[in-house]
T-cell receptor
Framework: NAGVMQNPRHLVRRRGQEARLRCSPMKGHSHVYWYRQLPEEGLKFMVYLQKENIIDESGMPKERFSAEFPKEGPSILRIQQVVRGDSAAYFC??????????FGSGTRLTVV | TQLLEQSPQFLSIQEGENLTVYCNSSSVFSSLQWYRQEPGEGPVLLVTVVTGGEVKKLKRLTFQFGDARKDSSLHITAAQPGDTGLYLCAGDRQGTSGSRLTFGEGTQLTVNP
């Protein structure tokens, strides 16, 4: 009975590199959400996806960030040309309906 | 932008004491959720409250949703060291673009033995 699986747990990237964060939702969950947690701050919504569709990306920075949830495979959050300010914990959550998320353990991105 | 304000931000108490954490907003939410997050892990859902005035109990934890669905509280009775963690409230506004949560900044609770 696997929960929401995120990998990698820790990711170190140099400035200018690309970061790819993966999220496999719980079985039977068709809604996927990405949140970012900066040090000393709460979780901030980034994007809400369903299979092959971006439903709400109002929390995504306009440049360098993109997300997808293909028909097959995990959801991917992609950050191009990372900068130090991108260092944060990125959490994926999934739900079957709109109530009650299950969060993954997160990917901690460090940009050096 | 809907904001959820949690108070207090930090709370350090002795084992056996009672405590209340507050979550307030000027906006109405269709539901409010409480999560607990431990270091290095993702938030874990504790409870969802939906109806104004609703009270839910989970062992020593009591959750209340305000009548106007703008605020909520979490009360812990006889706190134990195992209750230590970051408690987050999150409001759910079901709109046409889907359900996204607005999180409060969290209350870091430390229960000392």
């Amino acid at each position: 009975n696997a929960g929401v699986m995120q990998n990698p747990r820790h990711l170190v990237r140099r400035r200018g590199q690309e970061a790819r964060l993966r999220c496999s939702p719980m079985k039977g969950h068709s809604h996927v959400y990405w949140y970012r947690q900066l040090p000393e701050e709460g979780l901030k919504f980034m994007v809400y996806l369903q299979k092959e569709n971006i439903i709400d990306e109002s929390g995504m920075p306009k440049e360098r960030f993109s997300a997808e949830f293909p028909k097959e495979g995990p959801s991917i959050l992609r950050i191009q040309q990372v900068v130090r300010g991108d260092s944060a914990a990125y959490f994926c959550a999934s739900s079957r309906t709109d109530y009650g998320y299950t969060f993954g353990s997160g990917t901690r991105l460090t940009v050096v | 932008t809907q904001l959820l304000e949690q108070s207090p931000q930090f709370l350090s108490i002795q084992e056996g004491e009672n405590l209340t954490v507050y979550c307030n907003s000027s906006s109405v939410f269709s539901s409010l959720q409480w999560y607990r997050q431990e270091p290095g892990e993702g938030p874990v859902l504790l409870v969802t409250v939906v109806t104004g005035g609703e009270v839910k109990k989970l062992k020593r934890l009591t959750f209340q949703f305000g009548d106007a669905r703008k605020d909520s509280s979490l009360h812990i009775t006889a706190a134990q060291p195992g209750d230590t963690g970051l408690y987050l409230c999150a409001g759910d506004r079901q709109g046409t673009s889907g359900s996204r949560l607005t999180f409060g900044e969290g209350t870091q609770l430390t229960v000392n033995p």
